[in-house]
């Protein structure tokens, strides 16, 4: 799997967009970019994932790049309960099924009140 | 729909004993995966196992450790003969199958060895 690199931390005050960078700058054709998020003691948490296109849900939205070299997870409005690490995976999908991920250190995100 | 169970939520150990994981996966999830976080720690991956098979066992420590997936019942991660060192989270998690398919995990089992 393609190494990713993310900010160690980052703060961001409640009721703002929280923005979070992910470089994967070796990330190749048939890889996913998937973003998971673990608050304190709770298991990690799917948030979202995509291969090319920019992705929103109900909970956010990914932008990845043209070259898809680097991309971004959108919390449109964070609350205080958003606080967590976020990790930035790069998965391929074998063609026989679904396989791991591989979690890196994540970005520790703050919400200020 | 029920996700990912994983039980007990903590399980205290003497050194030496043996403890026994288990993991229910999400409704229609074939794909069961095993990761450990060491206290500080990142998310480690340990193994991933289809129905009656285990397809990647390349992160489990060769000895003490071992896991299923029977074909009727929970995924179980045994570890015998505990010691110490073995004091962590460990974390289930399921998928379907499909090449597009994200892992949704539990909440994990709380293990300390004293």
């Known amino acids: 799997d393609a190494k990713t690199t993310q900010p160690t931390s980052m703060d961001c005050a409640e009721g703002r967009a929280a923005n979070l960078p992910c470089n994967h700058s070796?990330?190749?054709?048939?890889?996913?970019v998937y973003w998971y998020r673990q608050i304190h003691s709770q298991g990690p948490q799917y948030i979202i994932h995509?291969?090319?296109n920019n992705e929103t849900n109900e909970m956010a939205s990914l932008i990845i790049t043209e070259d898809r070299k680097s991309s971004t997870l959108i919390l449109p409005h964070a609350t205080l309960r958003d606080t967590a690490v976020y990790y930035c995976?790069?998965?391929?999908?074998?063609?026989?099924?679904?396989?791991?991920?591989?979690f890196g250190k994540g970005t520790h995100l703050i919400i200020q009140p | 729909n029920a996700g990912v169970m994983q039980n007990p939520r903590h399980l205290v150990r003497r050194r030496g004993q043996e403890a026994r994981l288990r993991c229910s996966p999400m409704k229609g999830h074939s794909h069961v995966y095993w990761y450990r976080q060491l206290p500080e720690e990142g998310l480690k991956f340990m193994v991933y196992?289809?129905?009656?098979?285990?397809?990647?066992e390349s992160g489990m420590p060769k000895e003490r450790f071992s896991a299923e997936f029977p074909k009727e019942g929970p995924s179980i991660l045994r570890i015998q003969q505990v010691v110490r060192g073995d004091s962590a989270a460990y974390f289930c998690?399921?998928?379907?199958?499909?090449?597009?398919?994200?892992?949704?995990f539990g909440n994990g089992t709380r293990l300390t060895v004293t």
């Open positions: 995509g291969l090319k």
């Open positions: 998690a399921s998928s379907r199958e499909g090449r597009d398919s994200p892992l949704h």
């Open positions: 070796t990330i190749s054709g048939n890889e996913y």
């Open positions: 196992l289809q129905k009656e098979n285990i397809i990647d």
């Open positions: 995976i790069v998965r391929i999908h074998s063609g026989g099924g679904a396989d791991g991920l591989t």
